[in-house]
């Protein structure tokens, strides 16, 4: 069961954190990394990491806040999120590349979506 499976979100002040995790049944992936999609706007890559060498992607609106960290042992993968802001307020989604490469942010390379936690971050 390749299928991720996220918990973690929540509704937040600005300033404030939640913390994410994504777990799957599946250890051999290639990539797992979080997306995000707001009303009205494109899903965006937020960041990523490939399980077996560690190698991290952010994007930059997301450097210093967020930070991505994996547990092998139980295939899952944390977003702990830091200093939110309104403009953090999304679906956050959890995805994996099982036998798919291609670039880290790039939703395209991952083949397995999980169904999505809301963030919701208030003035």
């Known amino acids: 069961q390749v299928q991720p499976v996220e918990s973690g979100g929540g509704s937040v002040q600005a300033g404030g954190s939640l913390r994410l995790s994504c777990a799957t049944s599946r250890s051999s992936v290639n990539l797992m990394g979080w997306f995000r999609q707001a009303p009205g706007k494109e899903r965006e890559g937020v960041a990523a990491?490939?399980?077996?060498?560690?190698?991290?992607n952010y994007a930059d609106f997301v450097k210093g806040r967020f930070t991505i960290s994996r547990d092998n042992a139980k295939n899952t993968v944390y977003l702990q999120m830091n200093d939110l802001k309104p403009e953090d307020t999304a679906m956050y989604c959890c995805?994996?590349?099982?036998?798919?490469?291609?670039?880290?942010?790039?939703?395209?390379?991952?083949?397995?979506w999980g169904q999505g936690t809301q963030v919701t971050v208030s003035v």
């Open positions: 990491i490939r399980p077996d060498t560690g190698r991290i």
């Open positions: 995805a994996v590349a099982f036998l798919r490469w291609g670039p880290a942010l790039d939703e395209v390379s991952y083949n397995y």
